[in-house]
């Protein structure tokens, strides 16, 4: 449990300021978490398979996600709802269908003081392949103890290597996981071990359907219909600097998706585009593509009113639906604090292309607009 800092103070803050959970003697909590690089390693791509969304069979009444629940309250109004009282590990099936459902509606879902950091790498992963396959990340290290499937977030005096892949740049990159899958992943979870000691390693959502709501119904038509290019060029090149320890489990990843996605169990139609992984337009010259990507990639990163942020100790759990929300660390914390959790990414449909609506009176429905005088 966090506890309090006995630190002397001329105006006593110090000594009032809680200090996360962390050993005494600096090991890490979560030992068998450790991240592993084998340079030799090498996977299987998962290959194409149908995929069901669990959300589609929940009960939109939530009775059994919400069984338990002391208290549900929204972070932001348009993404981000915590839940107390919930033990994500005593889900039945129909409470993760029900997950999966107000995930897919609120984008993000926090759980606190969550056993699941605790009951092994199996059933970790009987939990989260209940929305999909599990990704296995070409590069990124997994537990030293096993499970390809667990990617490790790791972040310490004693491995710096994900704050040294930052260098020279803002840490802040708005992305969606894994975007240049073929099959792009869903419902997504990261459970966090051990946490910088006072604050910082937050991660930032921002609602993908709110992206692409904020924006003028006609520029809306115009993106509907595009596709655009995803690479993990960047991150491959990135990870080669490592020399001999680089791990390149799989080859570069390329995929065309929709600039504007469906849900396919809400409808909504969300801006599928990111700063890390989308390159370009495609039937756009480079100039043109350029330009618009760097509009709607300012849009992403500006627009806070769409935007939340998950704090995190050991025990919390964020539960995201890729496919509605962009997300990005925040590495603000000490170099050298102890950062780690593990993220596992169930992988779901190719991403479904939002059709053309001709509606002329659409911006007149649309209140917001409508009362500012923008139509």
Not at 95 to 109: F, H, N, Q, S, T
Not at 128 to 149: C, D, N, R, V
Not at 263 to 282: D, F, S
Not at 299 to 321: M, N, P, S
Request: glycine letters at 8%; proline letters at 7%; aromatic letters at 8%.
């Amino acid at each position: 449990m966090p506890s309090i800092a006995n630190v002397p103070s001329p105006d006593g803050l110090a000594s009032k300021t809680v200090i996360r959970e962390k050993k005494e003697d600096g090991t890490p909590l979560y030992p068998d978490y450790m991240p592993f690089y084998d340079p030799l390693e090498k996977v299987d791509d998962i290959g194409a398979f149908e995929h069901k969304d669990a959300g589609l069979r929940a009960d939109a009444a939530l009775p059994n996600l919400l069984k338990n629940a002391s208290k549900v309250y929204d972070l932001s109004p348009h993404v981000g709802t915590e839940i107390e009282g919930v033990q994500l590990s005593g889900l039945t099936p129909e409470g993760l269908d029900e997950l999966a459902l107000l995930a897919a509606k609120r984008g993000a879902l926090v759980f606190r003081n969550q056993d699941f950091k605790d009951i092994g790498f199996e059933a970790q992963k009987k939990i989260a392949s209940h929305f999909g396959p599990l990704h296995i990340h070409g590069w990124a290290p997994h537990p030293a103890a096993g499970s390809a499937e667990h990617m490790i977030i790791y972040d310490h005096k004693e491995d710096l290597r994900v704050r040294r892949s930052w260098k020279g740049r803002s840490p802040i990159q708005w992305h969606t996981d894994q975007s240049p899958e073929a099959q792009t992943p869903g419902t997504s979870f990261i459970a966090m071990l051990e946490s910088p000691a006072t604050a910082g390693g937050d991660t930032l959502v921002s609602s993908s359907v709110q992206a692409f709501k904020a924006l003028s119904p006609r520029f809306r038509k115009r993106l509907e219909g595009l596709t655009a290019i995803h690479s993990n060029n960047d991150g491959v090149s990135q990870e080669l600097k490592n020399g001999s320890g680089a791990v390149m489990r799989r080859q570069e990843l390329t995929a065309e998706h929709p600039v504007v996605r469906v849900h396919p169990v809400t409808g909504e139609k969300a801006l599928y585009i990111n700063p890390v992984y989308t390159k370009r337009i495609v039937g756009y010259d480079q100039e043109e593509s350029d330009y618009l990507l760097g509009f709607l990639f300012d849009h992403i990163a500006k627009r806070a009113d769409f935007q939340c942020r998950v704090r995190y100790e050991a025990g919390t759990v964020l539960v995201w639906d890729q496919r509605v929300t962009n997300h990005s660390q925040t590495l603000d914390y000490p170099a050298g604090d102890r950062r780690h959790g593990f993220r596992l990414t169930p992988l779901a449909e190719k991403p479904i292309p939002s059709l053309v609506e001709e509606d002329d009176g659409e911006c007149e429905k649309d209140f917001g607009r409508a009362s500012l005088g923008l139509c």
